[in-house]
């Protein structure tokens, strides 16, 4: 049985990535008063994970990256959609996009950057009450066999690690 062959030794090395396991089984939208995006800003930086805070939106790391250094922007109000958010919101949501892009590439030296907003589920929101725009660092070297083979991404960096560089080299 395939269950058996896990512990035999082989070529092959593991990357075990069991935090994924929880997005995994959750697969439902969490209740409007448990949405993370409105409960991290109530909380200290570290601790919600927020990287820098404007006055209607604000850069949070994404608990399940893509790749390091994957950042969030969202606006403090709960709002599902980028057409229902105020022009205020989305003029500092394209600001701090700037500014995350620019901090990024300081701390990361990344080659390029995917940004998108998957707008409700059907779209491939993970939150999907809740307006938030992705952007990821790319680098020529980060598409390997890992994803395509094992369904899994190696992430050099803590999450905590991260955030604390891209607050304290936030560019304005």
């Given at each position: 049985?395939?269950?058996?062959?896990a512990?035999?030794?082989?070529?092959?090395?593991?990357?075990?990535?069991?935090?994924?396991?929880?997005?995994?089984?959750?697969?439902?939208?969490?209740?409007r008063?448990?949405?993370?995006?409105?409960?991290?800003?109530?909380?200290?930086d570290?601790?919600?994970?927020?990287?820098?805070?404007?006055?209607?939106?604000?850069?949070?790391?994404?608990?399940?990256?893509?790749?390091?250094?994957?950042?969030?922007?969202?606006?403090?109000?709960?709002?599902?959609?980028?057409?229902?958010?105020?022009?205020?919101?989305?003029?500092?949501?394209?600001?701090?996009?700037?500014?995350?892009?620019?901090?990024?590439?300081?701390?990361?030296?990344?080659?390029?950057?995917?940004?998108?907003?998957?707008?409700?589920r059907?779209?491939?929101?993970?939150?999907?009450?809740?307006?938030?725009?992705?952007?990821?660092?790319?680098?020529?070297?980060?598409?390997?066999?890992?994803?395509?083979?094992?369904?899994?991404?190696?992430?050099?960096?803590?999450?905590?690690?991260?955030?604390?560089?891209?607050?304290?080299?936030?560019?304005?």
């Open positions: 049985m395939s269950s058996e062959l512990g035999v030794p082989d070529r092959y090395q593991r990357l075990w990535t069991p935090y994924r396991m929880a997005y995994i089984q959750q697969g439902q939208q969490p209740e008063d448990a949405c993370p995006f409105c409960v991290a800003p109530t909380l200290p570290a601790d919600g994970l927020v990287v820098h805070r404007g006055t209607s939106a604000f850069v949070i790391m994404n608990l399940y990256p893509y790749n390091t250094g994957h950042v969030m922007v969202c606006p403090y109000r709960h709002v599902a959609t980028y057409d229902l958010a105020t022009e205020e919101e989305t003029a500092e949501i394209a600001l701090l996009t700037q500014q995350a892009m620019r901090t990024i590439s300081l701390v990361s030296n990344n080659d390029g950057v995917n940004i998108g907003m998957n707008q409700g059907v779209a491939g929101a993970g939150i999907a009450d809740h307006l938030h725009q992705h952007i990821v660092p790319r680098w020529a070297t980060d598409a390997n066999f890992f994803p395509i083979i094992a369904q899994t991404k190696a992430l050099p960096r803590l999450l905590e690690e991260v955030r604390a560089e891209l607050a304290e080299r936030w560019v304005s």
